[in-house]
Each structure stands twice: as C-alpha cells, then as structure tokens.
Nanobody, 123 residues
Framework: QVQLVESGGGLVHTGGSLRLSCAAS????????MGWFRQAPGKEREFVAA????????DYADSVKGRFTISRDNAKNTVYVQMNSLKPEDTAVYYC????????????????WGQGTQVTVSS
C-alpha cells in the first residue's frame, strides 16, 4: 500500500514561489508514476503535472507549463513540484497521487492519494 504525505503549502503573493513535497512510503514508489493535482473551491480536481518512475518523462497542464517543474528523488521517496510566478488562480488544495504505470492527466488512473496541502496566492 502506498501512502503519500504532502507538505510545503502556504500563503504567497502573486509572482512568488513555493515548493511542494510529497513523501511516499510503500514498496512500489520508485517504479511508479507520480502526479500532482489541485482542486479549487467549487471546482473539479484538475491535473497539474506528472513524472515517470525514472524522472525522464514529464507532463504538465497548459496552465502551469513554464512556471511549474515536477521532479523526484527515489532515494528519498519524495516527489516535488517547484511553483514559480504564482498567480491567484493557482490557489487550491494540491494533492499528490500515484499509480503504477500511466503517465497520464486522468485522475481516475491514480488509486493512491495524499491528504492535500493548501496553496493560497494573494493578489
């Protein structure tokens, strides 16, 4: 069973930066796909970024391309998302997710989820 715990959220001004971390436990972390999703109040949970097991392949939502960078350190069982040039519309609860195979923006393919961490960007 994979367990995921996010950290690093907080309040930041427009144009600022944050780095979120997701610590994973479980035997399949190093061979699985990791993703970040977010959910704003009253909205559907949406894809942010995903990374392959070896870090060589990544995918991003158009809304964050060029501003966010996903990475992972399998030795530390941790995945990160560096968020730069933050905008008020980035305000949401950010969730880490995992699946064993699919580098995909489809949240239905991710059976494992963290509890989320709040990111608030003030204007």
């Amino acid at each position: 069973q994979v367990q995921l715990v996010e950290s690093g959220g907080g309040l930041v001004h427009t144009g600022g930066s944050l780095r979120l971390s997701c610590a994973a436990s479980g035997p399949t972390f190093s061979s699985g796909v990791m993703g970040w999703f977010r959910q704003a109040p009253g909205k559907e949970r949406e894809f942010v970024a995903a990374i392959s097991w070896d870090g060589r392949n990544t995918d991003y939502a158009d809304s964050v391309k060029g501003r966010f960078t996903i990475s992972r350190d399998n030795a530390k069982n941790t995945v990160y998302v560096q968020m730069n040039s933050l905008k008020p519309e980035d305000t949401a609860v950010y969730y880490c997710a995992a699946n064993r195979r699919y580098l995909s923006p489809d949240k239905r393919l991710y059976p494992y989820w963290g509890q989320g961490t709040q990111v608030t960007v003030s204007s």
